[in-house]
């Protein structure tokens, strides 16, 4: 099976611009988590989505946001950019009953200036 | 709440010593632990499940109740074994707003 894709892999953005990145999940898996890695925070975890409805959130602001299509691609936003929003965002898929087994894509590396 | 924590930021041993990547959880119900790691230029990927209790790549990890661990134990280390290792509970148990992921141990292995 293919792995967990996501698009772009590389994105730079100035400050008060919006983005979206994209997420293409393992065929089959229906869950899909993204997180923000940073060098100072580690691993984030931002939310998870299921059946195009999102079933966990962590702690970030609003202007983070995300949505899942039938098809189970996930896409996230982020609104209003900031310096500090400058990471790598990793999607991951999982299998139902099996969620906490999760398989990452490569990345987005966003760069904010 | 469940958090974990990974004591460790850096780790360095030579090349065929043993090595052991703390992990420390805290929990209030009966954990699922995880260990992921990120070699250099690759992704982030599943390691060991705690209820699998599998060797994967040489390495163990044993969970002790008692002392509310998850170690990372392998007897000899690798040059290849160089990698961010990162100590993860459930998805569904996590505190929301934390860290899912304990903050990793970056293991060097030295020739």
């Known amino acids: 099976k293919a792995g967990v894709t996501q698009t772009p892999r590389y994105l730079i953005k100035t400050r008060g611009q919006q983005v979206t990145l994209s997420c293409s999940p393992i065929?089959?898996?229906?869950?899909v988590s993204w997180y923000q890695q940073t060098p100072g925070q580690g691993l984030q975890f931002l939310f998870e989505?299921?059946?195009?409805?999102?079933?966990n959130k962590g702690n970030f602001p609003g202007r983070f946001s995300g949505r899942q299509f039938s098809n189970s691609r996930s896409e996230m936003n982020v609104s209003t950019l900031e310096l500090g929003d400058s990471a790598l965002y990793l999607c991951?898929?999982?299998?139902?009953?099996?969620?906490?087994?999760?398989?990452f894509g490569p990345g987005t590396r966003l760069t904010v200036t | 709440a469940q958090r974990v924590t990974q004591p460790e930021k850096l780790l360095s041993v030579f090349k065929g010593a043993p090595v052991e990547l703390k992990c420390n959880y805290s929990?209030?119900?009966?954990?699922?632990l995880f260990w992921y790691v990120q070699y250099s230029r690759q992704r982030l990927q599943l390691l060991l499940r705690?209820?699998s209790r599998e060797s994967i790549k040489g390495f163990t990890a044993d969970l002790n109740k008692g002392e509310t661990s998850f170690h990372l134990k392998k007897p000899f280390a690798q040059e290849e074994d160089s990698a961010m290792y990162y100590c993860?509970?459930?998805?569904?148990?996590?505190?929301?707003?934390?860290?899912?992921f304990g903050d990793g141990t970056t293991l060097t292995v030295k020739p």
């Open positions: 991951a898929s999982s299998l139902e009953g099996r969620v906490y087994e999760q398989y």
């Open positions: 065929s089959g898996h229906r869950s």
């Open positions: 929990y209030s119900g009966s954990p699922e």
């Open positions: 989505y299921f059946s195009e409805t999102q079933r």
């Open positions: 705690h209820i």
């Open positions: 993860a509970p459930s998805l569904y148990n996590t505190n929301a707003g934390k860290s899912t």
